[in-house]
């Protein structure tokens, strides 16, 4: 990768950060989440605007939003404002300075979003995407799987949002499920030549797993996702692995580089999938990316996200050596940010080959649903 090599005195002078609460409808009663219905996508977008009047944008995991807005608020602001919005080194010198705070969490989820918007930045000056600077898109076009919200085996709604799924082009479908009753009801809906994965949000522990994995081995589940917790129990998930034969992939909660090469070498994961806006944005990203697939998985970053950082998800996705796809939330919006500039169609998308990572999000969307 590469990075801007113009503007090396242009600096960060402000750094916002925006809520954005956008609802959605999943044509079934809301899923819950941590003790109450999910009715939104949270999103937290991170504004930064360099000297130059230059302005940036990236994304942090919006369901911890108080707990990063805290950490911008309190620490990285004050650490990054001043600072060359062109220097490769600013993020990794905060997360070292701030490392006694811990190596994962709200600090990291909000150097994710500034390291994006910085990538963004850096884009706009040098008039390049940020595939461009990341050595190059290998595809113009990827491949979305359609990521159906939970429906708790409720067969209605599980054939009904499959079969809607399949109706908007989407040709790969995951689940967010824990029984093979429940895969079961899909599969009949997809037949048995769509791929269909299964997030089971770490659903068992290393005793339970092998059964309930086992279970949904004659479904063919093209991957079996984050089935053990806690989920950085890598000897019960390579035994697990041993034990079925079924594609497990594990990674959305991982943050260190040594973390996930550790899921391949000892977890014996097939995919790993990091989140970009809670690794350290598109720089580690990136490095993950090469390094899992160097040594023999398949990097499908995490994306349950519809913000800068899924843009910043789509452009990692681009340059890696493995094609795989990228996950897209399935629902119906209140809005789509980029609905116009980086539409979804037919279950794919156009790699942005504008600035940075070629758009903006809307004004109107930002008026509308600031939260």
Known sequence: MRWASVGMDITITAI?????????????????????????VESLYVRVTASNGIVGWGESFGTVRPMIIAAFDHWVRRLAIGQ????ATLIPRIERLLFSMGRSGPLLGALSGLDIALWDIRGKLESTSVSSLLGGAKRSHVECYASLMQYYGKPEYLKRNTARALERGYRQIKLHERTAEAVAFARDVTGPDIPLMVDT??????????????????????????????????????????ATGIPLGVGENATSLVDFRNMVATGKADYIQPSIVKIGGITAMAKVAAEVERAGATCVPNAFYIGPGYLAALHCMAVKDKTSPLERMFA???????????????????????????????DELIAQFRA
């Not at 959605?24 to 003790?35: C, E, Q, T, V, Y």
């Not at 060359?84 to 220097?87: F, K, L, N, R, V």
């Not at 659903?203 to 989920?231: C, D, G, K, N």
């Open 84 to 87: 060359s919005a062109t220097d």
């Open 332 to 362: 119906d919006f209140g809005a789509t940010p980029f609905a116009k500039a980086v539409p979804v169609i037919d279950g794919g998308i156009e790699v942005p080959r504008g600035p940075g990572l070629g758009a903006d999000p809307e």
């Open 16 to 40: 916002d950060t925006i809520g954005i609460d956008i609802p959605f409808d999943i044509w079934a009663p809301p899923p819950m989440s941590r003790g109450r219905p999910r009715t939104h």
């Open 201 to 242: 949000n770490c659903a068992w522990t290393p005793s339970e797993a092998q059964a309930a994995v086992s279970a949904m081995a004659p479904l063919r589940p093209f991957w079996v996702e984050e089935p053990i917790y806690p989920p950085e129990d890598l000897d019960a998930l390579a035994k697990l692995r041993i």
